[in-house]
T-cell receptor, first 122, second 113 residues
Framework: AQTVTQSQPEMSVQEAETVTLSCTYD???????LFWYKQPPSRQMILVIR????KQQNATENRFSVNFQKAAKSFSLKISDSQLGDTAMYFC???????????????????WGLGTSLAVNP | EAQVTQNPRYLITVTGKKLTVTCSQN?????MSWYRQDPGLGLRQIYY???????DKGDVPEGYKVSRKEKRNFPLILESPSPNQTSLYFC????????????FGEGSRLTVL
């Protein structure tokens, strides 16, 4: 079974500091996508960053970057210069292919971790 | 503005009273999906649709129905709600291309008494 594990249920960081959220996954596939989503107290899920497994270079989006270790099946999220607005639940997700669907293109499914609750303290 | 809109945002109902949670997206996305989010269980997929008139079960479809008569709409129907369906529900959509980014609605908090 393919799984996504976030080993840190809760974390906290001081404003302006750097924090790293861990995520490991298990798959036998070679081509896939990995994502970090953010869910602030407002509840709406927002994509933070995406990594394509065939790309060696780690993805970066402003203060957010990932450390993608394909062989180790690790996909950690680093938040630099933490801001109060970064307080949220963070979910790691792995996209797998589940075979041909009846619609257009192949069917792909997101497998979600259980999330890490991050608190940024002033 | 590109968005996924769910209604109602909050609902309290009683066991057995049929209800529908609507979902509409204005991005011309082919793929739409419903999730429920419960403490300690994360996000679980209920149903998904890869295109109009094409729907498939997710991981927890029992007690739910969906339809996809139009590309923009994907309502979630609870024919006979039960207390174990008390949850936070999310609708999401994405293109059919290999990009993967899901756009989520704001969530619907449902309580079944």
């Amino acid at each position: 079974a393919q799984t996504v594990t976030q080993s840190q249920p809760e974390m906290s960081v001081q404003e302006a500091e750097t924090v790293t959220l861990s995520c490991t996954y298990d798959t036998s596939e070679n081509n896939y996508y990995l994502f970090w989503y953010k869910q602030p107290p407002s509840r709406q899920m927002i994509l933070v960053i995406r990594q394509e497994a065939y790309k060696q270079q780690n993805a970066t989006e402003n203060r957010f970057s990932v450390n993608f270790q394909k062989a180790a099946k690790s996909f950690s999220l680093k938040i630099s210069d933490s801001q109060l607005g970064d307080t949220a639940m963070y979910f790691c997700a792995f996209m797998k292919q589940v075979g041909k669907g009846r619609g257009t293109g192949n069917n792909r499914k997101l497998i979600w971790g259980l999330g890490t609750s991050l608190a940024v303290n002033p | 503005e590109a968005q996924v809109t769910q209604n109602p945002r909050y609902l309290i109902t009683v066991t057995g009273k049929k209800l529908t949670v609507t979902c509409s997206q204005n991005m011309n996305h082919e793929y739409m999906s419903w999730y429920r989010q419960d403490p300690g269980l994360g996000l679980r997929q209920i149903y998904y649709s890869m295109n109009v008139e094409v729907t498939d079960k997710g991981d927890v479809p029992e007690g739910y129905k969906v339809s996809r008569k139009e590309k923009r709409n994907f309502p979630l129907i609870l024919e006979s709600p039960s207390p174990n369906q008390t949850s936070l529900y999310f609708c999401a959509s994405r293109t059919g291309l290999n990009t993967g980014e899901l756009f989520f609605g704001e969530g619907s908090r449902l309580t079944v008494l």
